[in-house]
């Protein structure tokens, strides 16, 4: 019997709140710090990137502490000069901005004091990831599950929290105020920056455009430039425009209803209804704001009052909104700057400019799924000539196709375990069994010339989703170390299910998109192996080129 949306959002939390309970040591976020300094009022001054910055005082005003552990990383200030060097990971390429940040709390106080130069006990819990020393991430060690990404950690640390709270069994909401605060964060039905950069306007804008556009203001700080944050601008344009949300026409109604309620006997006329953009994203504070607040703060610290109020008038009521709960600007300083307040006093600035939009905008411009639901002849041509041009061989196949005895292998790392439906299986079992055939025979092949005192060969399931070839394949080689790489939460979530009802020790899950994978430190592709149905092809649900490869470490 099919379940109603109440029973399916219920049965929905009580299984993603069995699989975090399930984790019994706390996951650790790595924070990638330029130096420490304890100052003569009890006081910790920690100077890092702008996103450590993001990360460590919503960890601290909503005390994840409690549930998160911080492994603090030293890191040194860096500039990129080959755009094509990913040797500093942020992204905007560049290791330099720097802020400093005072800490108050005394649990966050303490791990500051064990903090030294040598974080080698860190690096071990770390180690078989190889990523950059200074990747921002979250590892959840006994699930082998790496989190990468502002959006995605964020996401996860505030989650997680709600999750360990206490919870009404017989609700599919937390009970505790505190856990309803932190789940009212992450919006309607937990979508706030869901979506990856690649997709969103919105997440790209919260997570890489404001830190882009921050860097271009501090570079230019104490220069002649006279020209406004382009991005300033368009979040200025943004709040100007209506509010979209998924929910407003129940907003509408509820405040429709208060205002009726409002009304005197003299019966006034009811006022048009207006939601208006009090947050980012409505009338409501959201991960977004949380993301927002310290850039603009520091914004505000670089322009000045005047400056803000005059060409920025929506942000300004916004911040002093933000300003009001949280009071961040006292903990912020930007050493080494000079503002621009000089300026202020009848300065005219230059307005670069933009287009008058939402951040909610589509991107024309991006791969767009609704309009390819079949693969064209001029993708398939287009797919062929970029191999062709990258010197990769493509080894034809020519033999019998050899099949998967389905019978020897545990439903759990069947399709079948990942609830397909049966109407998908047939054909899916077909897919998975062409593809997995093939890789073993490579590599089997490899392992011939594989030194078996270095590390295992590594196979990685790019948007694996629900990870039906990835567990497959960890279960038929055990020897190899298997990498599913999905940017969705949920659907890794699924895969770690099967993965500990099966036991399997040999699978590491990336919650990342394929550029943050290769960032972290991964080496770069070998070879692309492609036969039958293991072609290269566009998956409709995440809009890149999904691929299977093998890695030799």
Same mark, same amino acid.
């Given at each position: 019997?099919?379940?109603?949306?109440?029973?399916?959002?219920?049965?929905?939390?009580?299984?993603?709140?069995?699989?975090?309970?399930?984790?019994?040591?706390?996951?650790?976020?790595?924070?990638?710090?330029?130096?420490?300094?304890?100052?003569?009022?009890?006081?910790? *001054?920690?100077?890092?990137?702008?996103?450590?910055?993001?990360?460590?005082?919503?960890?601290?005003?909503?005390?994840?502490?409690?549930?998160?552990?911080?492994?603090?990383?030293?890191?040194?200030?860096?500039?990129?000069?080959?755009?094509?060097?990913?040797?500093?990971?942020?992204?905007?390429?560049?290791?330099?901005?720097?802020?400093?940040?005072?800490?108050?709390?005394?649990?966050?106080?303490?791990?500051?004091?064990?903090? #030294?130069?040598?974080?080698?006990?860190?690096?071990?819990?770390?180690?078989?990831?190889?990523?950059?020393?200074?990747?921002?991430? &979250?590892?959840?060690? *006994?699930?082998?599950?790496?989190?990468?990404?502002?959006?995605?950690?964020?996401?996860?640390?505030?989650?997680?929290?709600?999750?360990?709270?206490?919870?009404?069994?017989?609700?599919?909401?937390?009970?505790?105020?505190?856990?309803?605060?932190?789940?009212?964060?992450?919006?309607?039905?937990?979508?706030?920056?869901?979506?990856?950069?690649?997709?969103?306007?919105?997440?790209?804008?919260?997570?890489?455009?404001?830190?882009?556009?921050?860097?271009?203001?501090?570079?230019? #700080?104490?220069?002649?430039?006279?020209?406004?944050?382009?991005?300033?601008?368009?979040?200025?344009?943004?709040?100007?425009?209506? &509010?979209?949300?998924?929910?407003?026409?129940?907003?509408?109604?509820?405040?429709?209803?208060?205002?009726?309620?409002?009304?005197?006997?003299?019966?006034?006329?009811?006022?048009?209804?207006?939601?208006?953009?009090?947050?980012?994203?409505?009338?409501?504070?959201?991960?977004?704001?949380?993301?927002?607040?310290?850039?603009?703060?520091?914004?505000?610290?670089?322009?000045?009052?005047?400056?803000?109020?005059?060409?920025?008038?929506?942000?300004?009521?916004?911040?002093?909104?933000?300003?009001?709960?949280?009071?961040?600007?006292?903990?912020?300083?930007?050493?080494?700057?000079?503002?621009?307040?000089?300026?202020?006093?009848?300065?005219?600035?230059?307005?670069?400019?933009?287009?008058?939009?939402?951040?909610?905008?589509?991107?024309?411009?991006?791969?767009?799924?609704?309009?390819?639901?079949?693969?064209?002849?001029?993708?398939?041509?287009?797919?062929?000539?970029?191999?062709?041009?990258?010197?990769?061989?493509?080894?034809?196949?020519?033999? &019998?196709?050899?099949?998967?005895?389905?019978?020897?292998?545990?439903?759990?790392?069947?399709?079948?375990?990942?609830?397909?439906?049966?109407?998908?299986?047939?054909?899916?079992?077909?897919?998975?069994?062409?593809?997995?055939?093939?890789?073993?025979?490579?590599?089997?092949?490899?392992?011939?010339?594989?030194?078996?005192?270095?590390?295992?060969?590594?196979?990685?399931?790019?948007?694996?989703?629900?990870?039906?070839?990835?567990?497959?394949?960890?279960?038929?080689?055990?020897?190899?170390?298997? &990498?599913?790489?999905?940017?969705?939460?949920?659907?890794?979530?699924?895969?770690?299910?099967?993965?500990?009802?099966?036991?399997?020790?040999?699978?590491?899950?990336?919650?990342?998109?394929?550029?943050?994978?290769?960032?972290?430190?991964?080496?770069?592709?070998?070879?692309?192996?492609?036969?039958?149905?293991?072609?290269?092809?566009?998956?409709?649900?995440?809009?890149?080129?999904?691929?299977?490869?093998?890695?030799?470490?």
């Amino acid at each position: 019997m099919k379940k109603n949306n109440k029973e399916a959002k219920e049965e929905f939390y009580r299984q993603t709140k069995g699989y975090f309970d399930s984790i019994q040591s706390k996951p650790i976020l790595r924070l990638p710090v330029y130096s420490t300094k304890h100052l003569t009022t009890g006081e910790w *001054e920690i100077i890092l990137p702008p996103q450590s910055c993001d990360i460590l005082w919503i960890y601290e005003v909503y005390q994840l502490f409690k549930w998160i552990e911080v492994a603090f990383v030293r890191i040194l200030p860096c500039k990129i000069d080959n755009e094509d060097d990913n040797s500093c990971d942020t992204p905007f390429n560049s290791l330099q901005t720097q802020i400093s940040y005072q800490c108050k709390c005394d649990p966050i106080v303490k791990m500051l004091q064990s903090f #030294n130069n040598c974080d080698g006990d860190f690096d071990a819990r770390f180690r078989m990831y190889n990523f950059a020393s200074h990747r921002l991430v &979250v590892l959840i060690s *006994e699930k082998q599950w790496l989190i990468s990404g502002l959006s995605s950690i964020l996401r996860f640390m505030i989650k997680f929290a709600y999750m360990k709270l206490s919870w009404d069994s017989s609700s599919s909401l937390p009970s505790s105020t505190e856990a309803q605060s932190l789940q009212e964060i992450l919006g309607f039905r937990g979508g706030c920056l869901q979506a990856c950069s690649e997709v969103s306007v919105w997440t790209k804008f919260c997570e890489v455009d404001i830190f882009e556009g921050l860097e271009v203001a501090l570079n230019v #700080n104490g220069t002649k430039n006279e020209v406004l944050s382009r991005e300033l601008l368009r979040f200025e344009c943004h709040l100007k425009m209506p &509010v979209k949300m998924h929910n407003i026409r129940k907003e509408i109604s509820n405040k429709r209803r208060q205002q009726e309620m409002s009304q005197t006997i003299k019966n006034d006329k009811v006022s048009p209804i207006e939601i208006e953009h009090k947050f980012a994203e409505g009338p409501r504070m959201l991960l977004s704001d949380l993301i927002l607040y310290p850039c603009i703060c520091l914004f505000h610290l670089l322009y000045g009052s005047q400056t803000c109020e005059k060409y920025f008038p929506n942000i300004y009521s916004w911040y002093s909104t933000m300003n009001e709960r949280f009071h961040l600007s006292k903990n912020l300083k930007l050493p080494g700057t000079t503002a621009f307040q000089c300026r202020e006093t009848g300065y005219i600035w230059k307005i670069p400019c933009i287009l008058e939009e939402s951040l909610y905008k589509s991107d024309r411009s991006r791969y767009n799924p609704n309009s390819r639901v079949f693969t064209k002849q001029h993708d398939v041509l287009d797919a062929l000539a970029a191999i062709n041009l990258s010197n990769i061989k493509i080894k034809e196949v020519t033999d &019998v196709v050899e099949v998967l005895n389905w019978e020897d292998i545990p439903t759990l790392a069947q399709p079948e375990g990942g609830n397909l439906p049966p109407s998908r299986r047939e054909k899916k079992n077909q897919q998975l069994s062409s593809m997995t055939v093939e890789v073993m025979k490579i590599v089997e092949a490899k392992s011939k010339q594989h030194n078996s005192t270095s590390s295992p060969i590594r196979i990685v399931d790019f948007c694996s989703g629900g990870g039906h070839l990835g567990i497959l394949l960890a279960f038929l080689l055990p020897n190899c170390q298997i &990498v599913l790489v999905e940017n969705k939460e949920e659907s890794l979530r699924r895969a770690g299910e099967r993965i500990d009802q099966l036991k399997l020790t040999n699978v590491l899950l990336y919650q990342c998109n394929l550029d943050y994978y290769f960032r972290c430190g991964s080496s770069c592709l070998r070879f692309i192996y492609r036969s039958g149905s293991a072609k290269m092809y566009f998956r409709k649900s995440s809009g890149f080129i999904c691929m299977l490869s093998v890695l030799l470490r």
